[in-house]
């Protein structure tokens, strides 16, 4: 039969049809993909959950890509949500990959060994500096 011979009642079952199928298809997507969930309440909310993050990660992402050419942490934005998104979704830990070898993370983060504590020092000097200044000049 063709759609527009179907009754509405005819259409409203094939829709609560598919949706059916399309809900036991990811229940059964989100139990094949690691730790087994003993019940469809607990795919259901991984679904859910799953989602959220999804969607945080991209949130992220794009906002470090609009700070590449807006004032803003760019690239470190861009990381982050792509280390968010790396958590659900595999393309996302290649292009992870590639975007700490592009910011050349690696050399960043290595750094002599006398950095760090001299780094605490003049904050807290400064801190001290703020806090003496505000006291006494104030």
């Not at 009642?9 to 990811?26: C, G, K, Q, S, V």
């Not at 803003?72 to 393309?91: F, H, K, M, Y």
């Amino acid at each position: 039969m063709a759609d527009d011979q179907l009754t509405a009642e005819d259409r409203l079952r094939a829709r609560e049809e598919r949706r059916a199928r399309l809900r036991a298809a990811a229940l059964e997507a989100e139990r094949d993909t690691g730790r087994r969930e003993r019940t469809d309440e607990e795919a259901r909310r991984n679904i859910v959950v799953r989602i959220a993050i999804i969607a945080f990660g991209t949130l992220v992402t794009l906002a470090g890509l609009c700070m590449l050419v807006l004032p803003g942490p760019g690239i470190v934005i861009v990381i982050a949500g792509l280390g968010i998104l790396a958590s659900e979704v595999r393309w996302a830990e290649r292009l992870l990959a590639y975007a700490k070898r592009k910011a050349n993370v690696e050399s960043i983060t290595a750094q002599h060994p006398w950095i760090k504590p001299v780094s605490i020092v003049l904050m807290v000097l400064g801190v001290a500096a703020s806090i003496l200044y505000t006291v006494r000049w104030r």
